[in-house]
Each structure stands twice: as structure tokens, then as C-alpha cells.
């Protein structure tokens, strides 16, 4: 009798490890890069200064998830996405250039920094779709960087079935990689020739400008 209760009492201890502890992860894995879709307009390489540079997105809510076969649906999610104008004329990165905001959908906001600025923007969610629509206009001369950006910090206390791959196993890291048509290897190519910023073509590789859904134009008088 004695070692009946043993044996029933270590398979139900089984029973608990592996309904607590053994649920099946999803296929997104631990490192989670979600490919999200943004379009920026007009295309060209060199813009005069009082022009527009429109930023848009409109995208349902099922999203492809980089090197996986599988989509995510993202119902009631905060896109942490910012903006950035990095001016790379000179020999650093100057990110206060004065840009003037034009909202149509969402909103703009600025964060400054002491070594860089950023707009945060903020996406509208309906019943079927997110959208944003804004202009920047462009008021200062210079060669400029432009791309999107979601610091993977501002993920790691968020609470989203999202972030996490089964149960309360929470990812080590959801990231986004910035889906623009208009990014291209030629304009990553003339952001290396041609800044001043000599670190840049250390720090940042084709892949990367590409997952930043990045822009090069010159801005002239």
C-alpha cells in the first residue's frame, strides 16, 4: 500500500511539472522580429528645402514574422515606434534639425536627448487595420539618414500575449524590422560614400539600414 501512495503521489507530482512547466512554444521562437510594412513618399534622392517628406502606414492586423512561415495577430498593441532625421553632412550625427510636422492620421511628438532626438509617433488602431499619416517638412540643408526605430528596451515590461511563447515563458526579445519600398542598396550605398561620419559605415551594415526602413537624400537650397 505504501509503495502504491509513493507511485501515485510521483506521478502526480509528474502530472503537475508537465501541465505547469511543458507547454508547447509557438513557432516565433525566443528572438521575435515582426516585419512591419511602412511607405514613405515621394521617392528621390535629393529634396529642396520647404519640401515634404509624407509617411504613411496602413496595415491589417495579422503580420509576417521574419524566418518564421507563420503570421502573428496583433489585436490592442502599442507600436513603440519613432522617427529619426539624422543630419551626417559633418563629421557627427546632428539629430535637432529643425522639421515641421504635418499630422493627418495619429499623432507626432518630439523627444530631444542629449545626444540624439526622435519623433515618436503614434499609430491608430480600428476595427480591421492600423494606420498613420504624417508629413515632415524639411527645413535645413544637409545630407540626411532617415528611418524608424523601436528600441528594444521599451518592450522588456510590456504586457502582451505577444511577448510571450507559451504560457509565461516571455521572449528574450520582440523586435521590428521596418518594411519600406523606398529603402534601397542604392540609397544605402550613398549614405557610406558620401556622410563625414566616420563610424557610420562600421556600425551599420545593409541589412540593418534596410530593417530601419531607411532613407538617404540630400536637402538643398
Known amino acids: 500500500m505504501a509503495f502504491r501512495m509513493i507511485a501515485f503521489c510521483g506521478l502526480l507530482g509528474l502530472i503537475l511539472f508537465i501541465s505547469s512547466c511543458g507547454c508547447k512554444e509557438d513557432e516565433f521562437g525566443e528572438q521575435m522580429i515582426i516585419e512591419l510594412p511602412v511607405s514613405t513618399y515621394p521617392n528621390k534622392d535629393t529634396f529642396q528645402l520647404g519640401d515634404t517628406l509624407w509617411v504613411e502606414c496602413l496595415f491589417p492586423k495579422v503580420f509576417s514574422v521574419k524566418d518564421a512561415s507563420g503570421e502573428i495577430v496583433l489585436e490592442d498593441f502599442q507600436f513603440r515606434t519613432s522617427l529619426f532625421f539624422s543630419e551626417v553632412s559633418d563629421t ?130
Not at 147 to 173: I, K, Q
Request: glycine share 8%; with cysteine.
Open 92 to 221: 557627427i550625427e546632428q539629430y535637432g534639425n529643425e522639421v515641421g510636422v504635418l499630422e493627418r492620421i495619429g499623432t507626432v511628438d518630439f523627444l530631444p536627448s542629449f545626444t540624439a532626438a526622435e519623433y515618436p509617433i503614434g499609430i491608430v488602431e480600428d476595427s480591421l487595420n492600423y494606420s498613420f499619416k504624417a508629413g515632415f517638412v524639411l527645413l535645413e540643408p544637409g545630407l540626411y539618414w532617415f528611418g524608424f526605430s523601436t528600441p528594444e528596451f521599451l518592450y522588456e515590461d510590456y504586457e502582451h500575449p505577444a511577448m510571450y511563447t507559451c504560457g509565461r515563458n516571455r521572449r528574450s526579445s520582440v523586435n521590428f524590422f521596418y518594411q519600406n519600398p523606398a529603402t534601397s542598396e542604392e540609397g544605402y550605398q550613398r549614405l557610406i560614400s558620401e556622410t563625414n561620419v566616420e563610424y557610420l559605415p562600421e556600425l551599420l551594415d545593409l541589412e540593418e539600414y534596410r530593417g530601419t526602413g531607411a532613407l538617404t537624400f540630400w536637402v538643398v537650397e
